[in-house]
């Protein structure tokens, strides 16, 4: 049998609501003159594996799964993994360092010149503090930084 | 009448107050440089900026973030037809004859035909906006919990007939949106659902950090910076003026993508970038020389054009006067709104003016600057495609972080959009739309309050939706769509909704 994208969505789908539906064991379906807070939960739950069912019935017509194009994971993955990173350190080390390791990086990634990379990295990261800060008037993490 | 236009006029002395004028001018700026670059969305744009309006009033804040909706609009058809880039969806069906007219020399023209054309359709459905939604909101003060229930299904059901794909992709994404929106403590019962101990989690996810990772990440990490090529083009001032021949062809596509674009606003779904393909189909249709298009036809810039700037107007309706979004853009406008504590819906009319006719006017006179800054400065806008892809989504990356970030000072709401941004991106490749989910994240509060609620006061009867005959109206047109989608699904006809899909992605439609 040939892979279709939608047998992969659809048994996703159908996985998703079953494990939503056993964490939602704990909550209370109540009766229907006094629903509890697992109701709308559980009917969803069930909603979704109805429509992952349909996706895996209706397969045939999704395209090929060997079709899909992921020759831009090369680009969506060290973006991904730079972005944790900076998600990780922003609590720590505050909006101007993290931002301009951020940039850097990115700018890296993309073989611009180290230089050039460097003071757009530093010189965006500042004027946005100070935009946010100053103009705005909306405070950013100051971090290690004493500003 | 003679109280809509004291109501007006009271909504005037706010939107021309300096201050008020002040951020919607910002608005249409930030708006027209979002429609300009590929690659930002409306959605992004105001997700990001929200956190910016919250040292504002409330109608700075809604004025200034309507402004970047609108704004976008005409910002979108600039690169459209200098470049064959649409700056954002709705844009797409300019690029064919906007493009080819620019090929042909008549760049300026083009331009200038889609920015009177926006302005006069803006302003249309500004006009519309502020005969329909006051009535309309006074008759939703006759709506309970079991109208509501059932305006809300209508709603799913009606994005899920009008999208381009396939009914049950819309409503599983419209499902796992209003399972997302379980999260957090039921407000009914005080359980925690699915927060795992996490704090910000018992609040619920915010539709800024969903919005912001599925639509402004998801299409960074879609888009790979070896693929964004681009050539500027910068028309002269004095070339911006059609020729007399060109301004009578638009005249009719202009007056109806207006009308056409009002009508479709109204309803559920991605209304700004299907009314500009009615549009496009439509005056193809009605022309003399069909043969035309897709060479350069002025129609093809005017009708669909002016059809999506009515369309992104007619979305305020159900917004103001029912508290209901159509789509994720006016949903974040309506989160907006609700930042500042002032729920939108029925008794916005009444317990705030100042603000629903503040912003009625203010859209008034935005539509204006728009029309005054986007035809001289358009070889400044143009300027900022310069800037290289690569060093520009960085930025964007950056943005999105703030954005996020600033709303809640929560590094999870950070996390959040990241995860979505992954989603988004997996959601892009196996063929679904995003903004169902984001429309049911932000309706799903409402509707299991009065999916609940009905069913308490009618003591487990579920007929109650069937009994009052409002939502029994309301739910039969539901049942009918979904007889119209199952009949349609089960001929395999290939109607509109599937040439539209074809046209988004590029494809020809015999």
New interface residues.
């Given amino acids: 049998m040939n892979l279709r994208n939608d047998h992969v969505t659809g048994g996703a789908l159908i996985a998703a609501g079953l494990i939503v539906w056993a964490l939602s064991a704990d909550l209370p379906t109540g009766r229907l003159s006094m629903p509890g807070a697992g109701m709308m939960p559980k009917l969803l739950c069930v909603l979704i594996v109805f429509f992952g069912i349909a996706l895996l019935l209706r397969a045939k017509e999704s395209p090929l799964l060997s079709t899909v194009e992921w020759a831009d994971i090369r680009h969506a993955g060290p973006v991904i993994a730079i972005t944790a990173a900076a998600a990780a350190l922003y609590s720590t080390l505050g909006f101007v360092i993290t931002m301009t390791l951020l940039l850097f990086a990115l700018l890296c990634f993309e073989r611009r010149n180290l230089v050039a990379a460097a003071i757009y990295s530093i010189g965006i990261s500042v004027a946005t503090y100070a935009l946010f800060t100053i103009v705005l008037k909306t405070p950013l993490d100051q971090g290690l930084l004493p500003i | 009448m003679e109280s809509t236009l004291d109501s007006l006029l009271l909504g005037f002395s706010v939107a021309l107050r300096p201050d008020v004028l002040w951020y919607a001018f910002l608005g249409c700026i930030v708006g027209t440089l979002v429609g300009v670059l590929p690659g930002i969305g409306p959605l992004s744009g105001i997700s990001i900026l929200l ?2 309006t ?2 504002l009033d409330a109608t700075k804040a809604i004025v200034m973030l309507a402004g970047i909706y609108y704004g976008s609009q005409y910002g979108g058809s600039t690169t459209s037809i200098l470049m064959r880039i649409p700056g954002e969806a709705a844009s797409v069906m300019t690029c064919i004859d906007g493009y080819a007219m620019a090929q042909k020399g008549r760049a300026g023209a083009a331009l200038c035909i889609a920015a009177v054309g926006s302005w006069i359709a803006g302003t249309f459905g500004v006009l519309m906006l502020t005969l329909i939604a006051p009535p309309l909101a006074t008759f939703a003060l006759r709506f309970g919990p079991p109208e509501y229930t059932a305006l809300l299904v209508l709603g799913l059901i009606f994005l899920a007939y009008m999208s381009s794909t396939s009914l ?2 819309t ?2 994404m419209a ?2 949106g ?2 997302l929106g ?1 999260i957090g403590i ?1 407000s ?2 005080g ?1 925690f ?2 927060s795992f101990d996490i704090a910000e989690l018992g609040d619920g996810l915010g539709i800024v950090p969903v919005a912001v990772g599925l639509f402004g ?1 998801g299409e ?8 964004v090529v681009g050539r500027v083009m910068t028309p002269k001032l004095r070339e911006l003026l059609p020729s007399w021949a060109e301004w009578r062809e638009s005249a009719f596509p202009i007056a109806r993508g207006s009308v056409l674009g009002f009508l479709i606003g109204l309803t559920p779904g991605s209304a700004h970038i299907i009314s500009s393909f009615l549009s496009y189909a439509l005056e193809r249709r009605l022309s003399r020389h069909p043969e035309q298009f897709g060479k350069g036809a002025v129609a093809g810039v005017a009708g669909p054009e002016s059809a999506n700037n009515s369309a992104s107007t007619g979305a305020f309706v159900p917004m103001l006067a029912l508290g209901l979004p159509t789509g994720p853009v006016v949903a974040v406008l309506m989160a907006a709104l609700l930042v500042h504590g002032v729920p939108p819906g029925p008794q916005l009319v009444s317990e705030h003016p100042d603000i629903f006719w503040g912003f009625i006017a203010s859209m008034y006179v935005g539509n204006v600057m728009l029309l005054a800054l986007n035809l001289p400065l358009v070889g400044l806008f143009v300027n900022v495609l310069r800037i290289p892809y ?2 520009l ?3 964007v ?3 999105c ?2 954005g996020v ?2 709303v809640n000072n929560s ?1 999870i709401d ?2 959040i959009m ?1 995860i979505m ?2 989603f988004g ?1 997996l959601l892009r ?4 739309d995003p903004a169902p989910l984001v429309l049911g994240l932000v309706i799903s509060p409402t509707f ?1 309050m009065s ?2 609620q009905s ?2 006061m009618s ?2 009867n ?1 007929t109650i939706f069937f009994q009052r005959p409002i939502s029994a109206v309301l739910l039969a047109i539901s049942v009918s769509l979904l007889l119209l989608s199952a009949v349609s699904m089960l001929r395999q006809r290939k109607d509109w909704r599937t040439k539209l899909a074809e046209a988004e992605a590029g494809e020809p439609s015999p």
Wanted: hydrophobic share 55%; aromatic share 18%; no cysteine.
């Fill in positions: 956190p910016v919250f040292g049950p992709r409503l599983l499902t796992i209003l399972l379980t039921d009914m019962t359980h659902r699915y990440l960074i990490l879609s888009t790979p910076s070896a693929d690569v060093y989504y960085p930025l990356i950056m943005f972080v703030i970030y600033a590094i950070v996390w990241l941004g992954v991106y490749k196996f063929n679904f299991e999916l609940r069913l308490v003591n487990g579920w």
